[in-house]
């Protein structure tokens, strides 16, 4: 019973590296939170899971420089597969004027104004979550290892550049997670058209009757050029399907963990 | 059975022997270890007074008692007749004459210092770098914090290697959200405000975005066939 009834989004690639960056930011997250919050009891459990405050230390510089090389190895597989003449296409991740004019009209549809917009195979969400990671990773990257070897970054810059990097790291490390544990978790969980989850990013394929309903732009596209049948797929075992909830809700059940012990605690933050 | 002339003797040496060990012997403690944190045991190589959380200044002899209500920093008249010269920033001893600076705890007077990671975080207390008594003022010639010797005197103790532009990192780091810290220290106020008219921006717009996004679905009819009408 292998009917084809999904359509494929994403390469076992581009999954592995998504399923990378849940695991290394979900350190990330818990170990720098561990230490931002060691005055709290919540936060001196969170250290305890690691190890303590040193090795909190030691684990997020050694996830930091993994997360460093995983960039750059995405920046070459990137260059690998971009196709430089549709730079501006719609399977490009660049964004268009069309974006600009989807999200108006997708809020408009919100509020009733308008129909809602027909998306291409990335929505101007999926865009710019992307392009903050990609923004995002070389900022906390570079910051980070500015701190975690202050002897060496202070030979080519200031020691009171340390007092800066400090604050960008903590600034965009906060909004990072916020992004990701309340808005980047509602679009994909919990809003009615995903949930209980989206899980394309982990199967690699998306259902073919919702995404035509979401992206009917870009299903009419495929039929056009008569690509859509290429790129049907069977939906995954239900064994692995459960695997795929497992681990996608135990994604979301540390990221809400850390927003809200994050919040309660915040009084004991000692910046 | 012991005689009662051995007796008469024993009670008196048992008295002298305690009387020895109760004048001359350290009094006997069950630890001799002074923890100082919950993180770190720092003050281990600290200059210390050994008075921890009482006072950390060392009782010492009396400076001339010399104020004036309500001047802390700068110029102010010594005397009336003295010259009225005392500019704190440029003293050996950057406490001298200061009313009452013996029994007091360094926190009480210098509150802001105490807010960084240093003190906060790793615990130290201020005499690990600020060292003992007298403590120089920070632009006097000869202080340790003067930034010719800065990274080897200070900083060094515990960050091995530490060089000259190490030692520019600003320990008592300002609060970057304060309107004082455009002048005192302006990158800093800069790019923490930057970063978080960005962070907050992202928010104004994605948090209503989502959560009418989230609404609104509650609303669609969830797709029926193929090739039905949207919505």
Not at chain 1, 48 to 53: D, K, P, R
Not at chain 1, 240 to 250: E, S
């Amino acid at each position: 019973m292998s009917q084809k009834t999904r359509i494929r989004r994403f390469t076992p690639v581009q999954r592995l590296f998504h399923l990378l960056l849940i695991l290394s930011f979900l350190t990330q997250g818990s170990t720098g939170l561990a230490r931002l919050y060691i005055a709290s009891s919540w936060g001196k459990s969170l250290a305890w899971v690691f190890g303590g405050y040193d090795a909190c230390r030691t684990i997020h510089i050694y996830v930091g420089i993994f997360l460093v090389c995983f960039f750059v190895a995405h920046v070459l597989y990137v260059l690998t597969k971009i196709n430089w003449k549709k730079l501006s296409g719609p399977d490009s991740l660049l964004p268009r004027p069309k974006d600009i004019k989807d999200f108006f009209q997708h809020i408009g549809w919100f509020l009733g104004i308008s129909k809602a917009p027909e998306f291409d195979r990335w929505g101007y969400w999926e865009k710019f979550d992307y392009w903050a990671v990609f923004w995002g990773v070389p900022l906390l990257g570079a910051t980070g290892l500015l701190m975690a070897y202050p002897l060496t970054a202070t030979k080519i810059m200031p020691g009171w550049g340390l007092n800066v990097a400090l604050w960008i790291h903590r600034i965009e490390a906060i909004l990072a997670m916020c992004h990701v544990f309340i808005i980047h978790f509602f679009i994909v969980h919990l809003r009615r058209h995903n949930f209980p989850m989206d899980r394309a990013m982990f199967e690699g394929s998306a259902d073919l009757t919702a995404t035509r309903h979401e992206r009917p732009a870009w299903i009419a596209r495929l039929q056009e050029a008569g690509e859509l049948e290429s790129k049907l797929v069977a939906e995954a075992p239900a064994g692995r399907r459960a695997i795929f909830y497992v681990f996608g809700y135990a994604a979301v059940v540390v990221g809400i963990f850390l927003l809200i012990g994050g919040l309660v605690n915040s009084p004991y933050i000692t910046w | 059975m012991i005689g009662t002339k051995r007796v008469r003797w024993v009670i008196p040496c048992l008295a002298a022997i305690f009387l020895v060990t109760e004048v001359i012997l350290p009094t006997l403690v069950s630890a001799q270890e002074e923890v100082a944190s919950y993180i770190r045991r720092y003050k281990d190589r600290e200059a210390s007074t050994g008075f921890y959380e009482q006072y950390e200044v060392k009782p010492r002899r009396m400076a001339p008692l010399v104020e004036v209500p309500g001047v802390t920093r700068g110029i102010f008249p010594y005397s009336p007749s003295a010259a009225k010269v005392r500019i704190r920033t440029r003293l050996a001893d950057s406490h001298w004459g200061i009313k009452f600076y013996e029994r007091r705890r360094c926190e009480e007077c210098h509150i802001r210092e105490t807010r960084d990671i240093h003190t906060t975080r790793a615990n130290l207390t201020c005499r690990q770098c600020h060292g003992g008594e007298p403590i120089a003022s920070l632009g006097h010639y000869y202080s340790p914090f003067n930034p010719i010797r800065k990274h080897a005197y200070v900083c060094a103790k515990c960050h091995q290697g530490a060089n000259a532009s190490y030692a520019s990192y600003i320990v008592h780091s300002p609060n970057p959200a304060l309107a004082s810290t455009r002048q005192a220290f302006p990158v800093l106020f800069y790019v923490f405000w930057f970063m978080v008219i960005l962070a907050g921006g992202t928010f104004v717009v994605f948090l209503p975005h989502t959560a009418l996004w989230g609404a609104r679905e509650l609303f669609v009819k969830k797709e029926k066939a193929e090739g039905e009408s949207k919505d």
